[in-house]
């Protein structure tokens, strides 16, 4: 073979020598048992640890939750009525005059008459067919 000017790879460097890990449960790994205050004082540090981080974990949980529901009832605020009257008027040009609306699938609406989707799509349609209007906020001009 020829050289290709590439430099040899550096000889590898031996595993550098652990201690031994008490959760291991390697047939060979060396057995960690409490035997010593030291070792019952490592275990309860080890609980009091996880205890802490589950409930950090579930405080920042709590915090996400809260701004997710604090965003989502701001955007609600915001375009909820626009978003009822755009609907309401669209169902109105598109199906004027008809009783039920056509099912949005790409297979035809007479599939979906006695499946769960198509009573889904009907009871959406109802829902928004029947709601009250809801009132312009005060200060927004059409």
């Known amino acids: ?4 000017g590439r430099p040899k790879p550096p000889a590898l460097l031996p595993k550098p020598q652990r201690t ?7 047939p060979n790994a060396e057995t960690f048992c ?10 309860a540090r080890k609980l009091a640890g996880f ?6 974990v579930k405080a920042q949980a ?4 809260a701004q997710l529901d604090g ?15 755009w609907a309401r ?10 009783r039920c609306v056509p099912c949005s699938c790409p297979r035809r609406a007479e599939n979906h008459r006695r499946t769960a989707a198509g009573r889904r799509a009907r009871a959406a ?9 809801v009132p312009a906020r005060p200060g927004r001009e059409r």
């Open 125 to 133: 349609a109802r829902r928004l067919r029947d709601l009250p209007p």
């Open 20 to 26: 031994p890990d008490p959760m291991n449960t390697e």
């Open 1 to 4: 073979m020829t050289n290709t």
């Open 62 to 65: 709590a915090r996400i939750v």
């Open 34 to 43: 409490i035997d010593s205050e030291e070792r019952a004082n490592w275990y």
């Open 51 to 56: 205890e802490a981080e589950r409930a950090r």
């Open 71 to 85: 965003d989502e009832k701001s955007l609600k605020d915001r375009f909820e009525a626009e978003a009822r009257e």
């Open 89 to 98: 008027a669209e169902l109105d040009r598109r199906y004027k005059g008809r």
